[in-house]
């Protein structure tokens, strides 16, 4: 159980909190050196949230209740990572400098909380599933579909059959074709993209596996999928340029997932990495 989660649970449920629930969560999110000396009711009387918005709050990012998330909070100080919630992905005319740190902290944060709120046996579920799978297929949109085609190129290399269609009508078409023994996994940041979602229940109706890559929280796609992994991602509210901190969390499950398939099966894995190696040098090298 980690116990350096309960800031970045809060900060994740903000899109999907209750209005009501929304004063207490800025609060924690803005004091949280005070929220951990706080009884509910303090909390309450500061923020303008009621009590029993509090509570519901707790529920909502999945903790068991105010002392519990007060544990987390005080693991996230000990830790010293307390990030600037009021991250702006652009700014105007930025110095070459700090404009390297920003970015490169983004993705090291979105990893680091990544790995707080991911539920490790859905991990380990997700990883048996694909290693017994006869067929694997990957769905995404936009950025999702990078990833998508990223772990394409993965997971064909140790022989895994698998597709990654850019094409929309090809992920569904596909999605029907799946059986029992195929997994389907949509990626999708909001859990929301619609094909993605069609192309998940027809594998489910199809009784293959299905596992969903989105953003922390309650969404549709995390919703009907047999397996749910969440990423977390300092994306700005107000300009998402090209989801860049979503995409490596997103990058880095994947790894996971492969990784963990590829150890499952090491001597063949390294059989095939080099031999696939082997032969790209000579159609590619040895022809330049």
């Known amino acids: 159980m980690k116990h350096n989660d309960g800031l970045v649970r809060i900060r994740e449920a903000l899109n999907i909190i209750k209005p009501a629930e929304k004063n207490a969560a800025h609060y924690i999110l803005k004091h949280p050196e005070e929220v951990v000396r706080l009884s509910v009711k303090e909390l309450s009387e500061r923020s303008g949230s009621s009590q029993a918005a ?4 707790c529920k909502s990012i999945g903790v068991t209740g ?4 007060k544990v987390r909070i005080a693991g996230d100080l000990q830790t010293n990572e307390l990030y600037n919630y009021n991250y702006k992905e652009i700014s105007p ?7 390297i740190e920003k970015v490169s902290q983004k993705n090291i944060q979105s990893i680091t909380e990544t790995l707080k709120i991911l539920n490790y046996e859905n991990v380990e579920r997700a990883i048996n599933a694909i290693n017994k799978s006869k067929r694997i297929d990957f769905y995404g949109a936009a950025a999702s ?31 029907v074709t799946l059986t029992e023994e195929d ?5 999708s940041y909001s859990g929301e993209t619609s094909h993605v979602l069609s192309a998940i229940q027809n594998a489910k109706d199809a009784n293959a596996t299905t596992i969903s890559i989105t953003r922390y929280g309650k969404n ?12 977390s991602a300092t994306e700005s509210d107000t300009i998402r340029s090209a989801a860049t901190a979503s ?9 996971i997932l492969f990784t963990g398939v590829a150890s499952r099966n090491y001597e063949s894995t390294i059989q095939y990495l080099n031999k696939t190696r082997e032969t790209l040098q000579k159609e590619f090298r040895d022809k330049g």
């Open 54 to 57: 509090i509570i519901r709050l």
């Open 66 to 69: 105010y002392q519990d998330l």
């Open 93 to 99: 005319d930025e110095k070459i400098n700090p404009l």
């Open 145 to 175: 579909q990078i990833i998508a085609l990223d772990a394409q190129q993965k997971f064909l290399r140790i022989n895994k059959h698998c597709t990654a269609y850019e094409d929309s009508h090809l992920q569904i078409t596909s999605s």
């Open 183 to 187: 997994v389907a996994i949509g990626i």
């Open 220 to 231: 549709p796609l995390a919703n009907i999928a047999d397996i749910a992994l969440h990423v």
């Open 247 to 255: 995409r490596i969390a997103q990058l880095n499950i994947i790894d």
